[in-house]
């Protein structure tokens, strides 16, 4: 039976279920349909051993319920997945989310029918629903990838990725484990698992700049001043670039001497976190002096944390200085690399040449494995979108819209999809953005959209080609003069993704405080580059 609704929403993950909830406050019927058999979007499918948060946790929950806040209290100060997955359900549960949310119900087709205004979705489990709005809350980190290693699919022992980990646990005593990948999850899955091994060898493209973790416990007496704290937490990330609490030093690096600055990148390392690489000074992104300094600095500490000098020269980063990527939060990382049950194959000297039935092959050697660990990331941004059939005006679908990278206005509409809006795709800041941050930032301006479309009779909003052009446009420029322009072998260029969009930059580097600028300026102008109707 096909339902009518007032909105749909894909994913009933942080965005979905905060979505659902204000469309309900509008006095919207809406309903979210979810590919997961249970909600929670990234935290339901990242369960791999040592996943958590890279933001402080009191940073990343929602900051609408005061109840909530009461309510809740984080046990770590990156609390781990678990606990994420427990938080969200009590966020479902205590505002009855669960009712209007579908589950194991993965969305194939969304087609907007012109006559009725409609968009009408299947899902692959048969469900149909038609409603006004379309709210995509597919995450930004959600198409996982599988690399195209020729003989993936014969490995005959137990392949895993790391976004589709299964609810049983896996027992890794006794069994040799190879893992390819050395992002931010390698780096939690390689900590974690290394003493349960028999044997873990970890084959690296390309090394990352980790920088310590520091998760801990939160005191009883800590959590009474973070509860205090809250509101005044929330609004110091809704002023710094990344939308986190770690603010820049308002100071160029260049302009301080040298010992002071080694000094404060010391005093940053012991902090953790993100500190290093968003508190650092104003021209971090920028100064290749500084950037290159930094580097540095991390690389003295991989040699002194790493026994074997020629392993630590592998751990170290050649092809990128500091602060181009998202760093890695590790916790004995490099000591995982002293354990004797620990090896690293290196693939810039020898790339793998194929999975075999029974494990790896890097050039003429076969290394031979229980499991094998894909920790191969995302086809970020885009990826998720791309693999629904979404059909607009004239029956165009996203894909041909896109054929030559994605074009968005803000990242959250597309010119020829009305009523349609993403929440998290391509051109938001979300590189830099705390995601909850950002989410709450992003479907409040959505939800007003939809208020003054209600107030003022509107039945229909979708960008204009051309400013959907200018903010593309602006997105490519946004990260010019950053030194990040030159490191495109990452998510943020969409290195996993299609080569329509590979190469591209998929972000808004501009900073959160702009971009809520621009938001609500956009607004206060009557949805200025938006065509109402
Ligand atoms: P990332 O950061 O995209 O990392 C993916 C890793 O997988 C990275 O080390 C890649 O190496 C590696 N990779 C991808 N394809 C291959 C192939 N074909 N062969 C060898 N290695 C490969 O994803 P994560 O899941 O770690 O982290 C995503 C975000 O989640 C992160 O930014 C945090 O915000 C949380 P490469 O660097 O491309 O050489």
Known sequence: MSQNLDAIVIGAGVSGLYSLYKLRELGLSARVFEAGTGIGGTWYWNRYPGARFDSESYTYQYSFSDELLDEWQWSETFAAQPEIERYLHHVADKFDLKRDIELNARVSTVYYDEATKLWEIKTLNGETARARFILCATGLLSAHQFPDYEGVDLFAGMSLHSARWPKEEI??????????????????????IAPDCEQLTVFQRTANWCTPLRNRPIEAAEQVELREQAHDIFETCKKTFAGFIHDTDERNGEDVPKAERLARYQELYDIGGFALWLGNYNDSFTSRVVADEIAEFLADKIRQRVDDPAMAEKLIPKSHTFGTKRCPGEKNFYETFNRDNVDLVDLRETPISRVTENGIQVGDENHEFDI????????????????????????????????????????????GFPNMFAIMGPHNPATFCNITRCVENNVDWILGCIRYMQENGYESIVTTPEAEDAWTERCYESVKGLLIEDM???????SNNSENVRGRFLLFAGGVPLYREIFADVAAKGYEGFKLS
């Open 171 to 192: 027992d890794f005593k006794g069994k040799r484990v190879g893992i390819i990948g050395s992002g931010p999850t390698a780096v939690q899955i390689i900590q974690s």
């Open 372 to 415: 094998i660990i894909y920790a191969t990331g995302f086809q970020s941004l885009t990826g998720e979108l791309m693999r629904i059939d979404i059909r607009g005006e004239g029956g165009l679908s996203l894909q041909e819209h896109w054929s030559d990278g994605p074009k968005t206005n803000l990242g959250v509409q597309f010119s």
């Open 488 to 494: 495109r072998d990452s998510w943020f260029f969409g």
